[in-house]
């Protein structure tokens, strides 16, 4: 099924049962946060709130928090979709006339990928002075430093070539016409802007709330820099983008959007934006970013307000995130023939652990995709890759975890990146958008495997006094449970002669549930510095070439100077409790 505006799909989801209504008055403060926290961590519905206090519209929220979902979206599985396109480019080569002959239905497809003008223009139904307060924008947690618009679909030209970039840019609210502009770097919309206060310009902005599902993915997609977001929509959609002219900035915006705001971004001027509670977990603190000023606000006669809700994992960006590495795996693939398979873990953050495997043709062949994949668009962001043979499944953290004990040696398999960009909500260095990568090399490479094992009595407890619990994994990876300070007990437990037999030993906090593994992966991936926070039983010099030797140690732990994970107000969730049969989920 092809939907071509936002309110088409809900109805949609609703008609299969995948969306609930909530008749009930809820506070866009925290509130709808915690109904959506305990709805997504049950794999709930979707949610249309209809009576949102203070505002005069209704909001949906969790629209793609389930695969289901997300395939509904499509019209069929993104897998499908990867395997399309990769079938597609590998019939093609080399590119005959007998081979497009072939291709001729897939490549039909193709004619979706541009863009025609609406005959109709819902979505400037009504032109409006601009008031951001009459949104039901969200203040997701405690510590935010306001109200977000968290769903925006963010236009943008590059002011040298037209170039359009479509991004999904947080907009923190300052007041009724005015929001910050979350631009991150490897950002298509921040290049722009960059650009334009180069040659000292403003930059003309329109912002879409509500708009096709495909679209929506889309400014998601990390595609890179120069490519459409808009027009590879089609692509997804199965069907051309409608666009309507923007009344007051020179921008081409969706024809049935449910809001739009038209404004400029001026060169030259900042305003602190935050603290926001994050994908990572965290609040992001409190920076200058740059500002949206709105002249104008179109909308249609009855819209409904996207949002989005992030935090500790899981969370709705987990679907989002599966399925668009599931649609673009295999185009990374056709350019890495070397690599069987890839995948980024959104217990992690996606940006902090990606594992893949590699059939190597020549020695550390792995090593140098890692090295490549570390300078492809988004994939540059990546803070940690494990590299793996074909035969490991890389989706499995337990296989992973064998396959580094069997054949992980720091001395012949570990790189140290310092120095180097960083994804913008990582804290760990204490440097904004600069930090250090990893790559541990757990391929076999011609090695044998491993004999050495830990002890079947391990216990960290007797070597190690103020760890409070500890899990070892897979006979690889020892997790302990540490209070205060991690980094003394970490270099404790590597130079343990009763430890030799591992990989690596992590000291976590004691909000790590160790038992869980979203949460150790979570606790562990977002909270340590490689160059900081890394060490090992030994290490010495050949020249310039550091040698690390036995057992790697990371200190996981949370550190002073790093932002508090989010947590909501117990009476939030004593009063959602309360209410909970009232929203009928």
Not at 356 to 370: C, D, F, G, L
Not at 390 to 414: I, N, Q, Y
Not at 486 to 494: F, H
Not at 537 to 545: K, L, P, S, V, Y
């Amino acid at each position: 099924m092809i939907f071509h505006d936002f309110q088409s799909f809900l109805r949609h989801l609703e008609e299969q049962g995948e969306l609930k209504r909530v008749k009930a008055q809820v506070d866009p403060e925290y509130e709808i946060t915690e109904i959506y926290h305990r709805v997504i961590s049950d794999e709930g519905p979707a949610m249309l709130f209809e009576n949102v206090k203070g505002s005069l519209f209704p909001m949906a929220l969790n629209f793609f928090g389930s695969m289901r979902r997300v395939e509904i979206a499509l019209g069929r599985h993104p897998e499908e979709i990867g395997a399309n396109w990769s079938a597609l480019a590998e019939a093609l080569q080399p590119p005959t006339l007998s081979a497009f002959f072939s291709q001729k239905k897939r490549l039909w497809g193709l004619r979706h990928m541009r863009l025609v003008r609406g005959r109709q223009r819902p979505c400037q139904e009504l032109i409006e002075k601009p008031d951001l307060r009459t949104l039901p924008a969200l203040k997701v947690w405690p510590k935010d430093g306001g109200r977000f618009i968290t769903f925006p679909l963010v236009f943008t030209h590059d002011p040298k070539n037209g170039g359009r970039n479509v991004g999904l840019y947080r907009m923190h609210i300052h007041n009724p016409t005015q929001t910050g502009m979350h631009w991150q770097i490897e950002k298509g919309g921040g290049f722009h802007y960059h650009a334009a206060e180069k040659a000292n310009q403003s930059l003309p902005v329109a912002v879409a709330l509500g708009a096709d599902p495909a679209l929506m993915l889309a400014a998601a997609c990390p595609l890179p820099e120069g490519v459409d977001e808009w027009i590879f929509s089609g692509l997804l959609r199965q069907s051309p983008g409608q666009t309507a002219p923007a009344t007051q900035v020179p921008v081409q915006v969706p024809a049935h959007a449910e809001f739009v705001l038209e404004g400029y971004i001026p060169a030259g001027i900042r305003h602190p934006e935050g603290p926001f509670g994050d994908h990572f977990g965290h609040y992001s603190l409190q920076r200058p970013f740059p500002v949206f000023e709105i002249k104008t606000m179109t909308r249609k006669r009855n819209p409904v307000y996207p949002a989005a809700v992030v935090g500790k994992p899981p969370q709705e960006d987990k679907y989002m995130g599966d399925a668009i590495q599931m649609m673009f795996h295999p185009i990374v693939r056709l350019m890495h023939p070397e690599i069987r398979d890839l995948w980024a873990y959104f217990e992690a953050g996606f940006h902090n652990l990606l594992v893949v495997s590699v059939e190597q043709r020549y020695a550390k062949e792995a090593m140098k995709t890692a090295l490549s994949l570390m300078g492809e668009g988004q994939l540059s962001l990546t803070k940690f890759i494990v590299l793996v043979d074909p035969g490991v499944d890389v989706r499995s953290w337990p296989e992973v975890l064998r396959a580094v004990a069997a054949h992980f040696d720091p001395a012949e398999d570990f790189l140290l990146l310092p120095g180097v960009p960083l994804d913008t909500l990582d804290f760990t260095s204490f440097t904004p958008d600069l930090g250090s990568k990893m790559v541990m090399d757990a391929t076999s490479g011609g090695k044998a495997p491993s004999t050495e094992v830990p002890k079947p009595d391990l216990d960290p407890t007797r070597l190690v006094p103020g760890i409070q619990a500890w899990k070892l994994l897979e006979q690889s990876l020892l997790v302990v449970q540490v209070k205060g300070e991690g980094r003394p007990v970490v270099e404790k437990l590597v130079a343990a002669p009763g430890l030799r037999g591992l990989r690596w030993v992590v000291a976590v906090s004691p909000d790590v549930d160790l038992d869980d593994q979203t949460s150790t992966l979570w606790g562990i991936f977002t909270r340590f510095d490689c160059a900081r926070d890394v060490v090992f039983a030994a290490n010495e010099f050949r020249g310039a070439w550091p040698v690390w030797r036995g057992c790697m140690g990371i200190d996981a732990t949370w550190k002073k100077g790093y932002p508090e994970p989010v947590e909501m107000l117990p009476e939030i969730a004593g009063r959602v409790e309360k209410r909970w049969a009232e929203y009928q989920l």
